[in-house]
């Protein structure tokens, strides 16, 4: 059952050949046997998911079902939901139960997905490679010596072991990418404002936008389709009405345009990844595209702006966890600067501490021009590199990490080498446009992400030129080994 | 040496809307703690802000009313900072692109000049919660049914020169603001609060002292004091050698001293940059010709047309229009008796007098305007006279009932009928023959004894005009 | 850049960060390092470019102004560290 997509998974319900309890009860038992290696959990919900379960088998045998009802899915744990904890992976929400659900999380309520639980991550998204949560590291199902990478490591590394049909993931620098990516899955970041980020936990406001991990651009549609929509309650939210993704899935690439910018293949990324991205390109051109080359010129901008501003956002986002209201407080504070300082020294780690100093600091008096505003103005001029670009090809391409996974420890005592490993997709939440990572041949055994990069609001587009890619190769079919197959 | 004072105020005006400025949480006044506080007001993980319209239109609104620059386009910005009572740890607010630019106000002095005072701008910011230090065993309670409340904070320029002239300033702010109907202006409850910026320079110099930030002054009356006292302090900490130095201090009423709040003096840095959860404001055509539709008519020229439609004094015009609450209370009197110049004696008068000794809105009063109408209708077609008239308020404010039941009761109705008052005036003589002697042979001021009798007799039923008349035509026949 | 203890100091001030004296020093190189990268922004010309706040070009929404939340205090404060009579407790604040 666990290698069927959701479209076959949903054929199977329908036709009786398995209940949603059943379905929600097999993927709970993997959960059980083999997330012990992996730690891509940190709550699993088994009552509430067999509960939920119950209610869709109910609606499917009245004929009320939609598409995703029964099919069990599990929520990063950065979106809120209601009565169940949701820590961020930091201690600072260790004891954090949500009064109140995510639009994103009600969405897929209302779908009739149960719930599985909530996955592991970077703390407060906040990392490359998922070894910065309060719970531990997660590890790459393809190699448990490895990082499944970050920050929405535990969604990537659950959905790659099988452990779920598909996981909710937010993607601020490259965090829905760049997992999926390095654990051989497909993981779609939407435009900003294409999915509500009301309830997910802010880490950059301006850069946050939730997203899914599934196997292959088919199911990533029928899901996005599902969270996608305007949401009164963020101001962020697009208007604009969501295509219905999995319509335009089968549209031929003949005479697609396909900009691939030389910046993407330059200096530090792997001689294997390279190799792996150009021939899925030749397989892009057997299929009827056409190869542009392009030129980003702020590529190399990107970095540096984006470890300004979402740092700057983040030291004021992270300020409302003080201890005052919910989660972690001090024992015996002294004075009330000591219940502040304690309580948030305590409560997170050391990545989310350099993060917010940094950002502090950029905004701070006498250095708001120089960092601030100048990342602001190169924010702009990344974004203009893509506007002219779209103005002649339809979709651009590259890698999504320079490396395949990495070894665990290998970068985590130097944050700038980690900083650099998001080089490729940085510049795409900087913009706010929509990108997917699509697996492509594997180097030495590991999985490889070609990014496909979009113009704004054109999911449909890049859903159905990753899922041609996908009728066409294999690649997005093959697992892990040691998750019982 | 002679000093100049220098005096700018910040008055933070709460918006009257009905739910906050970027949640849905009710913003009444009074509520048991925390129990209008919301997920967004109390800043839960991933909650997000979206903008009230009522307190857009109400900023504009108050941009029109002081002909200021509202800019098509303003920003809301966080100001970070740590305190129990802003549960975001950053207040959102405006920094460099407020929604009110650059207007002003004229206030008149009591030369009976007029000053015209500049507002630097206006922007619209959460209010914050309220920190309660009763005993709980040593620690402070946070209220945050306040938290969010939209605020208007409206800056004016140094062009303050002295005390009186910013009461002067503040109290032309506070009754524009109710007369737009944008704040209810209650200062108790702290709907209408006010920071004064102070600082002193020998006279004649052109930089300015340095300055003191006096917090949170609730009163008139504390504005003025606080001020007063603080130029004071400022002037002897320079001619004893010293040196101002800028900070903010407290008005303490009970010492009737401004103290340093070193506590809140640590250096602050407020790193205010564009809040990401916000886009852009456009205040737009559309919304300006709306918000002009419902600009009402405003105190100076509510002012204007008193003086022309009623024949009112610039005083008088002036008085009534110093308070929305008033001036509609004087004008629905004053429609349906048709006696404007009666009216507004009467509101100003007899009505003013009780309310202050009562310590009393006009919204409060014991006498509702169509009480007074009653009244004064009873004044005005000769029922009672104007000084029993006083004795009916004084009835009607007791509650003892409207006008003409009070008349009715206590016998009041005015004695017109001259037979009546001819009989009284023959007793009168009759009963005093000397004086009427000493009358006769010249001595004309007795005619004011005279009438004084009558009046006496008559239980000031006696309609004084036609007493004066009857009388001078007996007394002299 | 390179920040010294003392800036390390302020800033961990300014964000509510308790730091040990041994860790100073460590924040100090990794901070700098950090905004060696950024200053790699130095080099950029950014004459004439409006500073970009959000990738969307959209105004801001605005929401009729209507109460539309119930008291929920017993489930918000279910969750609070310190609470009674309905207030959240902290220490003594200093007028």
Redesign the interface.
């Known amino acids: 059952m666990h290698n069927k997509s959701l479209t076959e998974l949903a054929a199977g319900l329908r036709a009786g050949e398995f209940t949603s309890v059943e379905l929600t009860q097999h993927f709970l038992d993997r959960i059980e046997k083999y997330d012990e290696s992996l730690n891509s959990f940190i709550t699993v919900t088994p009552e509430i998911a067999l509960a939920q379960a119950a209610e869709a088998d109910a609606q499917i045998a009245a004929g009320t079902a939609g598409p995703l009802t029964g099919i069990p899915m599990a929520l990063k744990d950065i979106f809120c939901t209601d009565g169940v904890k949701t820590s961020c992976a930091s201690k600072m929400l260790d004891n954090f139960i949500s009064p109140y659900n995510a639009t994103v999380v009600e969405k897929l309520k209302a779908a009739g997905m149960p719930m599985l639980g909530k996955t592991n991550m970077d703390e407060f998204a906040m990392g490359s490679s998922n070894e910065s949560s309060y719970y531990g590291a997660v590890k790459n199902p393809w190699d448990t010596e490895r990082v499944p990478g970050g920050s929405s490591g535990g969604s990537a590394a659950a959905v790659a072991a099988r452990l779920v049909p598909m996981a909710t993931g937010t993607d601020t620098g490259g965090s829905i990418r760049q997992p999926a990516s390095l654990t051989g899955i497909t993981g779609i970041k939407p435009t900003y404002g294409r999915v509500s980020r009301f309830g997910m936990i802010a880490y950059a406001s301006s850069l946050d936008q939730g997203g899914v991990f599934a196997r292959d651009a088919a199911d990533c549609a029928l899901v996005l389709g599902a969270m996608a929509g305007f949401d009164e309650k963020d101001s962020t939210s697009s208007e604009r009405e969501v295509e219905d993704y999995a319509a335009g899935l089968d549209q031929s690439l003949q005479g697609l345009r396909i900009g691939v910018p030389a910046e993407y293949f330059g200096e530090g990324l792997d001689e294997g990844v390279a190799a792996s991205i150009k021939s899925a390109l030749d397989k892009y051109k057997e299929l009827g595209a056409e190869i542009v080359e392009i030129e980003l010129p702020n590529t190399g901008l990107a970095i540096p702006s984006y470890y300004v501003i979402a740092p700057a956002e983040c030291s004021a986002n992270l300020s409302r966890l003080d201890g005052v209201r919910y989660g972690h407080r001090c024992e015996d504070p002294v004075d009330l600067e000591d219940m502040y300082k304690r309580s948030r020294a305590e409560g997170f780690g050391s990545e989310v501490k350099r993060r917010i100093m940094v950002g502090t600091y950029a905004l701070s008096a006498g250095y708001y021009d120089a960092y601030y505003l100048k990342a602001q103005k190169v924010r702009r001029k990344i974004k203009d590199d893509f506007v002219q670009a779209f103005e002649n090809v339809d979709v651009i391409m590259g890698p999504v990490s320079p490396t395949t996974a990495f070894k665990l420890g290998e970068k985590s005592d130097d944050p700038v080498s980690m900083y650099l490993s998001d080089i490729y997709t940085l510049a795409v939440n900087l913009a706010g446009l929509p990108a997917i990572s699509v697996p492509v041949e594997p180097a030495e055994g590991l999985p490889v992400g070609l990014q496909i990069i979009g113009n704004y609001f054109d999911e449909s587009r890049l859903l159905n030129v990753a899922h041609q890619f996908q009728q066409a190769t294999d690649w997005h079919k093959q697992s892990p080994e040691g998750f019982g197959g | 040496m002679e000093w100049e004072t220098v005096i700018g105020l910040e008055i933070h005006a709460q918006l009257s ?3 906050k400025l970027f ?4 913003t009444a006044y009074g509520a ?8 967004v007001d ?15 239109r109400k900023a504009v609104m108050f941009g029109m009313a002081i002909e200021a620059d509202v800019p098509d ?1 303003s ?1 809301f910005a ?1 100001k ?1 900072y ?3 009572d802003l ?4 207040q959102i607010s405006q920094f460099d692109k407020p929604i009110v630019g650059l207007g002003h106000l004229d206030i008149e002095l009591e030369n009976g000049e007029t000053k015209r005072i500049g507002v630097t701008r206006a922007h619209l910011e959460q209010d914050a919660g309220k ?3 009763k005993d ?1 065993a ?7 049914n306040r938290s969010g409340t939209p605020l208007l904070e409206i800056v004016s320029e140094p062009d303050m020169s002295n005390a009186k002239e910013a009461v002067a300033y503040m109290k032309k702010i506070h009754s524009l603001v109710q007369f737009l109907g944008i704040c209810d202006g209650n200062m108790q409850e702290g709907s209408f609060r006010c920071d004064a910026n102070v600082s002193v320079r020998p006279k004649g110099q052109a930089e300015f002292g340095t300055r003191a930030e006096l917090k949170n002054i609730n009163s008139f009356k504390f504005v003025e004091r606080a001020i007063n006292i603080e130029v004071e302090r400022q002037i002897d900490v320079i001619e004893a050698g010293g040196e101002v130095v800028q900070e903010t201090r ?1 008005f303490d009423p009970d010492k009737d001293e401004t103290r340093s ?1 070193r ?1 809140k003096e640590e250096a602050n ?1 407020y ?4 809040d ?7 205040i737009t055509q559309e919304l300006r010709d709306s918000v002009r539709a419902e600009l009402p008519e405003l105190p100076e020229q509510k002012k204007q047309r008193f003086i022309n439609q009623f024949e009112l004094s610039a005083f008088d015009a002036g008085v009534l229009t110093s308070n929305r609450a008033l001036s509609d209370y004087f004008e629905a009197v004053a429609e349906a008796t048709g006696e404007a110049k009666l009216s507004a004696n009467w509101v100003n008068g007899e009505l003013a007098s009780h309310l202050n000794k009562a310590e009393l809105d006009v919204t409060e009063s014991k006498v509702s305007a169509e009480q007074l109408t009653g009244l004064i209708k009873r004044i005005a077609d000769n029922t009672i006279s104007g000084k029993i008239a006083k004795d009916v308020f004084e009835a009607i404010w007791n509650g003892e009932g409207d006008a003409d039941e009070i008349i009715e009761a206590k016998g009041l109705k005015q004695i017109t009928d001259s037979g009546a008052i001819e009989s009284i005036i023959d007793e009168i003589i009759a009963a005093n023959p000397g004086q009427y002697e000493q009358y006769r042979s010249g001595k004309d001021k007795l005619f004011g004894f005279f009438v004084g009798q009558v009046m006496k007799a008559s239980k000031g039923k006696a309609n004084p005009a036609e007493v004066n008349r009857l009388l001078k035509a007996k007394l002299d026949a | 850049m390179s920040l010294t203890a003392s800036d390390v100091k302020k800033i961990s001030h300014l964000a509510r960060l308790a730091i040990d004296e041994a860790d100073i020093e460590p924040y100090a190189n990794n901070l700098s390092n950090i905004l060696g990268l950024v200053e790699q922004m130095d080099a950029a010309d950014v004459a004439d470019i409006e500073p970009m706040a959000n990738p969307q070009d959209a105004t801001q929404r605005l929401r009729d102004d209507i109460v539309t939340e119930v008291n929920q205090r017993e489930k918000f404060q279910a969750i609070a560290p310190n609470t009674e009579a309905g207030l959240y407790l902290v220490p003594k604040v200093l007028e």
């Open positions: 809307t009905k739910s949640s849905g949480s009710s048991e703690p925390n129990t209008q506080a919301n997920v109390l800043a839960m993980p991933g909650v997000l802000p979206v903008l009230n319209i009522d307190a857009v386009v920003v966080r970070n740590f305190y129990p549960p975001q740890g950053y920190s309660l230090h709980f040593g620690q402070t309670g946070v209220d945050l407290l709040m506590s840095d790193r205010y940059f564009p990401p959860d916000l886009l852009p404001v456009a």
